[in-house]
């Protein structure tokens, strides 16, 4: 039988860091206590004037190439996650491809805005599953939000930041993957995004004039317990998928580990409290690297095995997602 497993991981943070402090000089008043307290973001880093988001994407992807044992042209396709493209058009994933030397690989983005690596890691899934000649895919969040931010905004400037997270997706004997639930709450579409650069408002001399260039913001106010709301009947729907896949009734109590969109600590914490579940499954990094929107849950994976609390062998693994849109996913698999 041919199944897909995640054979790897890797990550990357750029080197700049900016405190809450330094955002109560630059802003002029005082924002950390009230980030710590809500919503748990105490560092972020940001890339340097020199970066683009290929050159994250590029830097977590070698990683997990070099934990997989594998070398560029082993791979058979690369999808990056992303909402900071480098470009809006070719694909930042060629661009990846170029820089890695991956001359092999197929290559495409997607774009579920924070949504978009659980995403992209069920494309990978399928493609293992249905493709018999590839073998290989690497999976990358890539997020580099600050070219995007008013440094003005209090409202995002503080909580946006940047990095990368990736994983090698890979042919395995047993089941790793087992079920993906997606959906979306499209009536939000113009609450939280980039609304400037595209076809809907195209980056002319007249609409920066206007509007600004282009720049993340919230337009319109959407349920600040969302995601508290939403997740839990999502990863309801996940589990029954799952179990319906593998003859096995899976109950909350049943996962391992649980891996979430890092916007916000405290929804995570209602969320966990929500499924009956200690907070010891659960693993987050907003507090030392800010938001990483699309990369932020293969970081968190990357970085709870690195300090030992990842999934044990065998585990069952979810993550929950959610972004811009207002689109979710929900992915369970089982780690190597």
């Known amino acids: 039988m041919r199944h897909a497993r995640i054979i790897s991981t890797g990550s990357y943070v750029p080197e700049r860091m900016m405190t809450n402090a330094d955002f109560d000089r630059l802003l002029g008043e005082p924002v950390g206590d009230w ?78 805005a924070c949504a978009g690596w659980v995403t992209a890691l069920d494309i990978a899934a399928k493609i293992i599953l249905t493709e018999p000649e590839e073998r290989f895919v690497l999976v990358i969040g890539a997020y580099g939000m600050s070219r995007f931010l008013d440094w003005t905004d209090k409202k995002t400037v503080t909580l946006f930041a940047d990095g990368a997270g990736a994983v090698v997706v890979g042919v395995d004997s047993q089941p790793g993957w087992l079920a993906t639930v997606t959906t979306a709450a499209g009536e939000y579409h113009d609450a939280l995004g980039i609304y400037t650069g595209g076809t809907y408002r195209p980056a002319t001399a007249a609409n920066v004039a206007q509007y600004g260039p282009p720049r993340v913001q919230f337009v319109r106010k959407f349920p600040a317990t969302f995601n508290v709301e939403q997740w839990p009947p999502l990863i309801e729907r996940l589990l029954a998928r799952a179990s319906a896949a593998t003859g096995t009734r899976l109950q909350p109590d049943d996962v391992d580990r649980y891996y979430f969109t890092q916007v916000n600590l405290r929804g995570i914490e209602a969320t966990m409290a929500a499924l009956g579940q200690p907070l010891e499954k659960t693993h987050w990094i907003m507090d030392k690297w800010g938001y990483t929107g699309s990369a932020c849950i293969p970081m968190a994976l990357d970085d709870a095995i690195a300090q030992g609390k990842g999934p044990e062998p065998g585990s069952l693994m979810l993550f929950c997602a959610s972004g811009g849109g207002i689109a979710l996913a929900a992915s369970l698999w089982r780690w190597r």
């Open 35 to 112: 980030l710590v307290e809500n919503v748990g973001i105490r560092e972020r880093h940001f890339m340097a004037e020199d970066q683009v988001t290929s050159d994250l994407a590029v830097a977590a992807g070698r990683i997990a190439l070099e934990r997989a044992g594998l070398e560029p042209n082993d791979l058979d396709r690369i999808i990056v996650a992303t909402d900071t493209p480098d470009y809006l058009s070719p694909a930042t994933a060629a661009v990846v491809q170029a820089k890695l030397g991956a001359r092999r690989a197929g290559v495409f983005d997607v774009n579920t």
